[in-house]
């Protein structure tokens, strides 16, 4: 495989842009800065203005809102093959929430002048951000239904189908293995619970045959875990 080749397939594997040609994913490699941030780095706040995007390699960023009483919002936290900050890039609009680097994290960072310049050359790539645009407003919908819908058990099964999702995309094994970086009370927060009841739930996915936990990995039966998350009497 060509030094070529191995860019292409990795700027493709980022879900904003798997749907641009050859010679655009070429001009978005070139203008990408790569960077690194400490964990408790602030990469940028709400309110503030959207001038650059940024692609994870490494690492985990933490993506959240600080209430007027004082609380955290954890809303997500994003691994290796995320891309966050795309939104303000796109429609002008302030920075909507908090990023911080919940550990060390590389990345790379693509600025908004640059990025758009680049679809302006290649006009077909909008057909592809508005694929992947929507993607993100189904599953907002999906996660609003989650905290709306679900008791914490249905709730905590929906994470982890989540979390394989991001891993083995919508076709999902039998059976899969998951290391999460997340704590419980990372978690709960996403989930919107206390780590108490988030253990709670966590043990009556074990007794119902839906995960394992071995020496940090967590073995999914996916088949189990969708039972719990759709159940019949919701």
């Known amino acids: 495989m060509t030094e070529v080749t191995r860019s292409i397939a990795f700027w493709r594997s980022f879900p904003i842009f798997e749907g641009f040609n050859k010679e655009t994913l070429a001009d978005v490699a070139d203008i990408a800065t790569y960077r690194k941030w400490n964990a408790g780095t602030v990469l940028f706040q709400r309110g503030d203005d959207g001038t650059y995007l940024i692609v994870v390699i490494s690492g985990r960023i933490k993506i959240s809102l600080i209430t007027p009483q ?15 900050g795309e939104m303000a890039i796109l429609d ?3 920075r909507s929430a908090d990023a911080t680097a919940a550990v060390a994290t590389e990345g790379y960072v693509i600025s908004k002048r640059d990025f758009l310049e680049v679809l302006s050359r290649n006009p ?20 609003l239904e989650t905290i709306a819908l679900y008791d914490l058990d249905s709730r905590v099964a929906r994470f982890f189908l989540a979390m394989l999702r991001n891993i083995h995309g919508s076709e999902l094994p039998e059976s899969a293995n998951l290391q999460l970086s997340l704590s419980q009370t990372e978690i709960a927060s996403i989930v919107g619970a206390s780590r108490p009841k988030i253990n709670r739930s966590i043990l009556a996915l074990e007794e119902a045959g839906a995960i394992r936990r071995t020496d940090g990995i967590i073995f ?4 189990r875990l969708r039972a719990v998350a759709e159940p019949e009497d919701k």
């Open 70 to 84: 004082g609380k955290e919002l954890s809303l997500r936290h994003l691994e290796a093959g995320s891309i966050f």
């Open 124 to 143: 077909q790539s909008y057909q592809a951000i508005i694929h992947y645009l929507c993607t993100k407003l189904r599953e907002t919908t999906e996660q």
């Open 92 to 94: 002008g609009q302030p």
């Open 220 to 223: 999914c039966h996916t088949g």
